[in-house]
């Protein structure tokens, strides 16, 4: 029989059995709700995801709720998402212009007006009651100014079934979803003590104000996702401006969370109310998404994932074409969150042969370097190019990244296909 959310104390019930199987406190979304969902995800090979009242967009020309313009040149539209081409940095700086920076929206851009925006900060994690920040309060406080990425983790997913021949599910990004800025706003450290954090604060669950999401009928409420206190209160930024502007709305304007280093679904876009809370919070966002699903991981799935990966790219259009006997230079860029990348190694014959890439930026943890390397192609016809990158804990990318069938976090070196002709 259907629930009938009219029965005010049937529905109650309901939420208290979730809430003491620990489930998805905020938003009623009852667990086998999901597992079915994802369960269908992964039979129609994506998650279809679309914001409530929003035809599903996939394939579309246009993304339905993206305000910036989003030229074929610059982005590859996939879903209600904005992929940035690679080939499109080549000749821009270490920070990612605005124009061309990926656009990763659950449902779609809200406009907010700064004058109106409040952020309330609330919960049993605070010694007294809510406290509200204007825009103006906000930006009156110490500020701060960090260049940092923020990198979807689903990054390089379509690679786990394009290289490795492996079934994932959600959005099949090449390696576009990341971008680097520079971010100027107040420390969330500085917001959560004005606001009277406790000692026994646990984890804070930050909050859009874009649209609830519904996926396969399923409303998971609006997008959150819980960030423990001792991350929040060391490097978190509530970001205002990006690249020396007012933060643009698709990128969540007036303010979002920038978690440094951290998967970008922990950088809330468009923030609107911060939960402080004495215990653990869960959302869709940390349970049944976010994880690592699959062989070799426990039934529930991984810890919720933090750390973003190491990763290379050529600023140069999977399967482009380059004439014969012409010296080119090719160029890209790698990334790490784990550490400064310190070398980079480009074979131009499919793996054969490994030679070092100059590189042009001093690597910097939360950025990423641009590096170059010379090549003529000798013979005619296809061959792959791949970069590896390694940082400063030791690691280099693998051959194959762990299959996970959420497609998160692919760190494998990728075979660009390219002809040569
Ligand atoms: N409120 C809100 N915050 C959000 C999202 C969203 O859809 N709504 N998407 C998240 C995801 S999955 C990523 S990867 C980053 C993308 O940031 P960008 O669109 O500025 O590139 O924002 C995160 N923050
Ligand atoms: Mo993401």
Redesign the pocket.
Known sequence: MPIDLSDESRYDRTRLRQWARGRARSAGVDRRDLLKLFAMGAAAGSLGVAAAGTASAAGAEAAPGIVKPLPPELFTIRGTNAETNFAALRGTGRLTPVDR???????STPRIDAGAWRLKVWGDGLAGGPVEFSYERLRALRAVERTLF????GNGRSFYSTQQGQAVTGTAWTLG?I?VAHWRGARLSDVLRLAGVSRGAVDVLPR???DEVVANWVNLG??RRPLPVTKALDDVLLAYEMNGRPLPP???GPV?LVVPDW???S?????GDIEVSGEALYSPWNTDMYRLFGPGQPAEGSAPLTRQTLKSAFELPLGASVPVHRTRLLTGRSWSAAAPVTRVEVSTDGGGHWRRARMHDTPQRGGWVRWSVPWTPRTTGATALLARASDGTGRTQPETAVHNTQGYLFDAVVRHPVTVV
Do not use: P, Y
């Open positions: 920076f990926f656009v990763r929206n659950h449902t923020i990198e979807c983790a979803a971008g859009g104000l874009d609006r997008v698709d990128h969540g979002r998967v970008g679904i950088s809330i876009k468009w923030v």
